[in-house]
């Protein structure tokens, strides 16, 4: 501001974040491997820059929005419930999720046996996140700040490949289409790794491409929650349309657990040095 403050209040108590306008540069829909390498040092370097910000101080702005565990369980309340007659439809869906529970609970047990410490997440790991060099494509800001929470490194990580690594959009009906794209995994893995690797635990690294799979089928579960209950929380352009995304994320996620070998030989290529 004029005033130099980092902030804004307006005339009817409303704050705003200011932040310094980022000059030359861009962002991108659009997620080849070179922009996804840029992507992944681009939100490495942003763990890294906070590895030594006590997370816990800061605000929770969506309380649970990455508590898998909690998703898991929402789901199945209204399953339980089926307010709208739905849970015949997703019967094959229910099944492979409560198949899937050991990985909605995985970040909390390893927290909990002190192996992997809350740190300062995004949370919205998306390339159009993050601000470029128009002329060199160097990566230059990261941008969206509103989701900043204490969270585990592998809520950006896993979040940004399993958005940017789907082969199919996210509400692909085809699910032949779906799958994960290890060329692009690897890219991110090639950006993020080396700027997270001496700062992060053996089981933080570990658990690196497993947080793909954790992530995916936290997102199917909202989807499919959201689904039975009547379609109140995500916009919607079709019929069914979030049990379209529900079974994407399904699709990707049967894809991620068949390459999760692939994904960690191929992510172990770029560590420098880990704890």
């Known amino acids: 501001t004029v005033r130099g403050d980092s902030f804004y209040i307006g005339e009817n108590d409303d704050r705003w974040r200011v932040i310094s306008y980022v000059f030359n540069s861009s962002n991108f829909e659009q997620t080849t491997t070179k922009i996804l390498a840029s992507a992944g040092e ?6 890294r820059l906070l590895s030594d910000f006590p997370a816990e101080q800061l605000y929770i702005t969506i309380p649970d929005f990455h508590n898998t565990e909690k998703r898991f369980a929402d789901l199945y309340e209204v399953a339980e419930k089926d307010a709208f007659d739905r849970k015949k439809e997703v019967l094959d869906e229910l099944e492979f999720l409560r198949g899937s529970e050991e990985y909605a609970s995985r970040f909390r047990k390893l927290h909990e046996r002190n192996l992997m ?3 300062v997440t995004h949370n919205d790991t998306k390339c159009n996140n993050v601000m470029f060099d128009k002329e060199t494509g160097a990566p230059l800001a990261v941008i969206d700040l509103d989701t900043v929470m204490p969270g585990f490194v592998g809520h950006d990580f896993g979040d940004a490949v399993r958005f940017a690594a789907n082969t199919a959009d996210e509400d692909e009906e085809d699910l032949s289409k779906v799958s994960l794209d290890l060329d692009k995994y690897e890219a991110f893995a090639h950006g993020f790794i080396p700027q997270v690797s001496d700062m992060i635990t053996r089981t933080e690294l570990d658990n690196l491409p497993d947080s793909v799979m954790i992530l995916t089928l936290e997102l199917a579960a909202r989807f499919l929650t959201d689904y039975l209950n ?6 919607c352009k079709k019929p069914k349309h979030n049990l379209y995304r529900a079974r994407c994320q399904i699709a990707l996620a049967r894809d991620v657990e068949k390459k999760l070998p692939e994904m960690r030989a191929r992510l172990e290529k770029f560590v420098i040095v880990v704890k």
Do not use: I, L, N, T
């Open 42 to 47: 681009a939100f490495g370097s942003f763990q």
């Open 230 to 235: 009547g379609d109140v929380y995500f916009k």
């Open 117 to 119: 410490p809350y740190r």
